[in-house]
């Protein structure tokens, strides 16, 4: 015997057997096509819709002609709150999304910050895109598991030259005016806050921002390394870390040092409790190699005095540029290979990850048919990446690629929405795992 609902369109059946048995609860094909959708939101609604109470339901006829072979019941009427979360929960966080607007009850369930969603299925990183200008920022996010671009806007920042970092479903943001200024959001949620204003310079030469959040109880710590140059003197370099905990709610500066013919960047990652910083040689007029250098800073023992070029990492070959990540607690390093000759020219693209925190080895390199296109200059592109996907996007055009770390896998996305309005329009963006539950 079925258990069936109407609702809004789309039928949700069970057996009544599987009352007893929740785990053989099955949705129905129709729903599951409801849920993920024949198009992508920047053709239906954008995520801030999803928001709003949605109304218009069709009630279950009761002079159904299947009274008689089927009983008609309100799913509202059986299924507890708990179970219903978690058979949401199987679904991508976009159909989850999308679930929201069957009903006030499944909009509740979806909002709820219930424990279904810590053990949601493992959702692959999605890539926030959007041109660089001084707009609000608002662009569309690709899913690579449905492979579709969803219109979407950011809840707190106005400009599109702030620094982000992201973690376990939460994205960390940077004024790009005001160094010291930071927010702490998730962008599915929406749910975001302003923390308390980073210590050092707010105008600082180079400055870099890391964010690691704990899985477990989602405290998170958020770093920033500021650099100044010291007056008068090109080569030396006032070099600083602060960090915040999320516990204390308060920021401390455990680290400064003044560093000597290398300076900070704009590049460092938390990795297993350590921050690296990738830092840059100030003698590259006179060719000196390498040009590229990284750093760490263990933060469980802080304060440190040891000096940060006392454990520094070369890198595995001559650098154009570098893009940290955490990739499931590895630390790895997309980077633009130079020319021999001309080391500032890039000839490829390559991926390593760091072992024992002092060897390099090679992941993978970007086929010439994929590298073609992305330039043959220095900082030509960005790239993020989380759990085993990593993304790199030109910053001249808004094509997006993906690399699979597990199947050695490289596969465009589908064609973004974004669009190239005038010939030397920049376009950027990083990734972020959509979470429901995490909280700033």
Known sequence: MFVCSVMSGCFVSMRCDALANPASLILSPRLIFLMAGETSWEESYPVTYFRGEVGGLKPVPEDSDNRDE???????AILPDDLLEKVLSFLPIASIIRSSSVCRRWYDAVHSGGYSWTK??????????????????????????LR???????????????????????????????????????????????????????????????MSVDRRTHGYTVAVAKCKQVPQDYYQWDFSVHIYESEARSWVTPFTEVLVGWRGGDECVICNGVLYCLIYSTAV????????????????????????????????????????????????????IG??????????????????????????????????????????????????????????????????????????????????????????????????????
């Open 70 to 76: 089927d009983a008609l019941i309100s799913m509202d």
């Open 120 to 145: 949601m299925s493992p959702q692959k990183p999605w890539y926030f895109m959007f041109t660089c200008s001084d707009d609000a920022v608002s662009g569309y996010a690709y899913d690579p598991s």
């Open 148 to 210: 579709k671009w969803y219109s979407f806007d950011l809840p707190c920042i106005e400009k599109s030259n702030w620094s982000a970092s992201s973690s376990c479903g939460l994205v960390c943001f940077m004024d790009g005016d005001n160094r010291s200024r930071i927010f702490v959001c998730n962008p599915i949620t929406r749910d975001w806050k302003r923390l308390h204003d980073a210590p050092g310079e707010r105008a600082p030469d180079y400055s870099a921002l890391a």
């Open 285 to 336: 007029l006179r060719n000196v190699e390498p040009r590229h250098c990284l750093v760490m800073y263990d933060l469980s023992a802080r304060p440190s005095r040891t000096s940060l070029m006392q454990m520094a990492i070369s890198v595995p070959c001559s650098l154009t540029c570098g893009r940290l990540m955490n990739l499931r607690d590895r630390l790895v390093m997309v980077g633009g």
């Open 339 to 440: 020319k021999h000759d001309r080391p500032g020219i890039i000839k490829g693209i390559g991926i390593w990850e760091l072992h024992r925190r002092k060897e390099w080895r090679e992941v993978a390199r970007m086929p010439h048919k994929f590298f073609q296109g992305f330039g043959e200059f220095d900082d030509v592109f960005a790239s993020s990446g989380a759990d085993d996907l990593i993304y790199i996007q030109s910053f001249g055009s808004p094509a997006l690629l993906t690399f699979d770390v597990a199947q050695k896998l490289w596969r465009w996305s589908t064609k973004s929405p974004v669009t190239k309005r005038f010939p030397l329009q920049l376009f950027t963006g990083f990734c972020f795992e959509p979470r429901l539950e995490v909280a700033s």
